[in-house]
């Protein structure tokens, strides 16, 4: 059995008090808790604060570029459907230099587990607003505040019937651990949009803020209730819920490819002979 030693990585480089630590923390509690010894799993990032969380993980792992995480993850769980496979980033590489890739992701119910710490800013790069800051909000850059609309990611992945939808906030630890480990259990793609505030660029979304309008969802509420998930999904404000938004039991994308489905890729023979007739066929 793993201790929670095991998961030890490099001392974090975050700002003192940031939502990250709080998440990092849970993360491996959760992972202990469901028995995931750290060769057992894999964590995929992109680029920012968030995407850091693999260098202080010790586990499998793949660092790449802004907003690909995605698409890394997707090889890897088609390669390997028996290994759990988590990808983190935050707002600004997964909703926005990553939207086009979380589209299609809960597209094709690719079974991923997408942990997104959601601060509202971009805090690597000092500041910028992303796709979640609020409309109006100021930033050194946007002295004027922000004009575009905010995107409210639980409604947009609703809309794409994405398989989970969840929310939970990082100064929540308890809530934040069994949702993580309802979204990693979770057959198909598992969005787990996580709060967190960033004490540096983003002093509007604070943790007094977050504590005066977070509120955990009613033990009867329904997830499989997709206009019942709009409706909650669509609250933002004096009143945030956190919970699982919406849920569904579509079969994941690697159970669907006849060639993989019974055996992961990995465990699979391999014939050169195969592929040089296959390569043969395009010529």
Same mark, same amino acid.
């Given at each position: 059995?793993?201790?929670?030693?095991?998961?030890?990585?490099?001392?974090?480089?975050?700002c003192?008090?940031?939502?990250?630590?709080?998440?990092?923390?849970?993360?491996?509690?959760?992972?202990?808790?469901?028995?995931?010894?750290?060769?057992?799993?894999? =964590?995929?990032?992109?680029?920012g604060?968030?995407?850091?969380?693999?260098?202080?993980?010790?586990?499998?792992?793949?660092?790449?570029?802004?907003?690909?995480?995605?698409p890394v993850?997707?090889?890897?769980?088609?390669?390997?459907?028996?290994?759990?496979?988590?990808?983190? @980033?935050?707002?600004?590489?997964?909703?926005?230099?990553?939207?086009?890739?979380?589209?299609?992701?809960?597209?094709?119910?690719?079974?991923i587990?997408?942990?997104?710490?959601?601060?509202? =800013?971009?805090?690597?790069?000092?500041?910028?607003?992303?796709? @979640?800051?609020?409309?109006?909000?100021?930033?050194?850059?946007?002295p004027?505040?922000?004009?575009?609309?905010?995107?409210?990611?639980?409604?947009?992945?609703?809309?794409?019937?994405?398989?989970?939808?969840?929310?939970?906030?990082?100064?929540?630890?308890?809530?934040?651990?069994?949702?993580?480990?309802?979204?990693?259990?979770?057959?198909?793609?598992?969005?787990?949009?996580?709060?967190?505030?960033?004490? @540096?660029?983003?002093?509007?979304? @604070?943790?007094?803020?977050?504590?005066?309008?977070?509120?955990h969802?009613?033990?009867?509420?329904?997830?499989?209730?997709?206009?019942?998930?709009?409706?909650?999904?669509?609250?933002?404000?004096?009143?945030?819920?956190?919970?699982?938004?919406?849920?569904?039991q579509?079969?994941?994308?690697?159970?669907?490819?006849?060639?993989?489905?019974d055996?992961?890729?990995?465990?699979?023979?391999?014939?050169s002979?195969?592929?040089?007739t296959?390569l043969?066929?395009?010529?």
């Open positions: 059995m793993p201790v929670l030693e095991d998961y030890k990585g490099q001392t974090p480089a975050w003192p008090g940031c939502g990250n630590f709080g998440i990092l923390k849970t993360f491996k509690e959760a992972v202990l808790e469901l028995s995931l010894a750290p060769h057992q799993f894999i =964590i995929v990032s992109g680029i604060q968030s995407s850091k969380f693999p260098h202080y993980v010790k586990c499998n792992a793949f660092n790449g570029l802004h907003g690909r995480a995605l993850a997707t090889g890897v769980r088609l390669a390997n459907h028996d290994m759990p496979v988590i990808a983190v @980033t935050g707002d600004g590489d997964c909703y926005g230099e990553g939207g086009n890739h979380l589209i299609h992701a809960m597209r094709k119910n690719i079974g587990t997408l942990f997104v710490h959601n601060n509202q =800013i971009y805090g690597l790069t000092k500041g910028q607003p992303s796709p @979640t800051s609020m409309e109006g909000m100021v930033t050194k850059n946007h004027f505040g922000v004009f575009a609309e905010q995107l409210n990611p639980l409604a947009f992945a609703i809309a794409l019937d994405c398989s989970f939808v969840a929310r939970s906030y990082a100064g929540d630890s308890g809530h934040l651990k069994g949702l993580m480990k309802e979204a990693i259990r979770h057959e198909g793609f598992s969005l787990l949009d996580i709060l967190q505030p960033c004490v @540096t660029f983003n002093k509007i979304n @604070t943790y007094e803020w977050y504590a005066k309008r977070v509120y969802i009613e033990a009867e509420y329904n997830p499989e209730d997709r206009a019942g998930a709009f409706s909650r999904a669509l609250e933002w404000g004096d009143r945030i819920p956190l919970g699982i938004l919406y849920r569904n579509r079969p994941a994308l690697e159970k669907r490819i006849p060639v993989i489905s055996t992961p890729l990995v465990r699979q023979p391999f014939d002979t195969k592929l040089e296959t043969k066929g395009f010529y």
